[in-house]
Every structure is written in structure tokens, then in C-alpha cells.
């Protein structure tokens, strides 16, 4: 469905020398699939997504959606064709009510369903509906927010960077079932999740391991997890983000 074909990335550095970011990246992604990217910091993870959505043009290299090249197109033109993008820090728009982001994300949706989706990730719609989305929102409300929009937009193909990322363990457990339960509803859409969190890569049909700008490793959960399983868990602890310990994967299936 979205084929990258030896993706290379160079940016340029403060000193104004262009810096490699990415090499060599071969990736496919298949229709109904749900897939984890994970790696250290600083490895590109992040910046194959922002490949995938024309945020950062690749210096080398094809993407092709359903065979379509994608390569060169906007940003708005690849989300006109079904790609959906969370961003790590989700940014914030003063002045811009949370029912008119719902409504931005599927025109189609009615006050019932913002709701529902507003109740799927946490958050009480008699308090959040009329919000605005400024300063007043935590860190965690707007991530919440923004997997709202995302699930209620219902791309071809959606990246979550980081979902897990400034939230508590309790809303990081709610967000990793809403959206494994989302996605298992709907076999026609794939998901890509950006995380290191021990709780999200078992459940995953592929995990990708990227580092050091390269795919290190890729292929079905059962297979790579087992590779990655103690360094990702030790590192989890050592930031500790994974207070509650692991979460079986069964219960997501």
C-alpha cells in the first residue's frame, strides 16, 4: 500500500553542512497492518514519518502510494489521498474550538460522534467540546485530543508518533487499547505507532528497528520482539516511563 524505495534524507546542520539523516530505507506497508517503528533517540524514526507526509523532502529515493508516486507531493496533497500524522508535541491553536478540530478531521461527524470520540480517549465532552485549544490544555489533553481526531478521521494509512509520550500510565494503557480496538475494527486502514514503550511493540503484527538513520531489523513481532525485548524494557525503566510493567498482549488481540 505505501512502498519506500531507497529513501535517503540529508538536512542541514547549524554550520550550514548538510548532515545524512536517513539512508537506504526500504520499507512496505501493508493495507490492515499495524505496525510499530521503534529505536533509539535520534535514529530517524521520526524523520521516515515526516518523510511519509512531505514534511521533509528525501534526497534520494521514491515513496509510492498504492503506485501512485507520492514523492514530491505537499503535504496537503498526501493528506487529500489518506495520510494522517500525531505529532510527538501536538501543537496547540489558540482561538480554535475542540469541536471545530473534530469537525476539521471528518466533516461527515455529528456532536454524538465527537462525543463518543472525545469518551474513547479519556475526556469528559460536556468539559472539552467548547474548549479551546491554547494554553489552557495540558501536554496530556491535547495528545488525547489529537489520537481523537486521528481515530475519528479514519485515514488510509495514520502515524502516531510517540502516543505515549507526556501522559500518565493510566491513559497510556487507555490510548494503547483505543487504538489496537480501533484498528482491529477496521481491517481496511493501516496504523504506524512511533514508540519505544514495552507495552505497544508485542502487539503489533511488524516491528521496524531504525538506528543510526538505517533500518537495523523488520519483519513480524514474534520474530523481532524477542531480539529487542530486554534493551527496550531496560531503557523503558531507566526513563521511567513504564512504571506499571508490562501489559500482556493478549488482551489487545
Not at 501493508?30 to 534526497?59: C, D, H, R
Not at 501512485?68 to 482561538?95: D, N
Not at 521496524?208 to 525485548?229: C, H, M, N, S, Y
Request: aromatic letters at 6%; proline letters at 4%.
Amino acid at each position: 500500500m505505501l512502498v519506500l524505495n531507497d529513501v535517503g534524507l540529508s538536512l542541514n546542520g547549524s554550520n550550514g553542512d548538510a548532515k545524512e539523516i536517513l539512508r537506504n530505507i526500504n520499507l512496505t506497508f501493508e493495507s490492515g497492518k499495524l505496525y510499530a517503528i521503534t529505536g533509539p533517540n535520534g535514529g530517524g524514526k521520526t524523520s521516515i514519518a515526516k518523510v511519509i507526509m512531505g514534511i521533509y523532502q528525501p534526497t534520494q529515493g521514491q515513496i509510492l502510494l498504492n503506485g501512485e508516486e507520492i514523492t514530491h507531493l505537499s503535504i496537503t496533497e498526501r493528506a487529500r489521498r489518506g495520510l494522517a500524522y500525531a505529532f510527538q508535541h501536538p501543537p496547540r491553536f489558540k482561538g480554535v474550538y475542540v469541536e471545530e478540530v473534530m469537525r476539521i478531521a471528518n466533516p461527515a461527524i455529528d456532536e454524538m460522534g465527537i462525543r463518543s470520540y472525545l469518551r474513547d480517549v479519556g475526556l469528559c465532552p460536556e468539559d472539552y467540546i467548547g474548549r479551546d485549544l491554547g494554553p489552557s490544555l495540558s501536554g496530556g489533553e491535547t495528545k488525547r485530543l489529537e489520537v481523537a481526531q486521528l481515530l475519528a478521521k479514519d485515514a488510509l494509512l495514520t502515524i502516531f508518533d510517540e502516543p505515549e509520550a507526556g501522559v500518565d500510565l493510566w491513559t497510556i494503557q487507555k490510548l494503547i487499547s483505543l487504538i489496537v480496538r480501533r484498528h482491529r475494527e477496521n481491517q481496511q486502514n493501516t496504523m504506524v505507532i512511533i514508540s519505544h514503550h514495552e507495552q505497544f511493540l508485542p502487539i503489533c503484527d511488524e516491528i521496524i528497528l531504525v538506528a543510526d538513520g538505517e533500518v537495523q531489523e523488520k519483519g513480524p513481532a514474534a520474530t523481532v520482539w524477542p531480539l529487542i525485548r530486554d534493551d527496550i524494557i531496560c531503557n523503558c525503566r531507566i526513563r521511567n516511563q513504564c512504571g506499571g510493567g508490562m501489559i500482556e498482549a493478549q488482551q489487545y488481540r
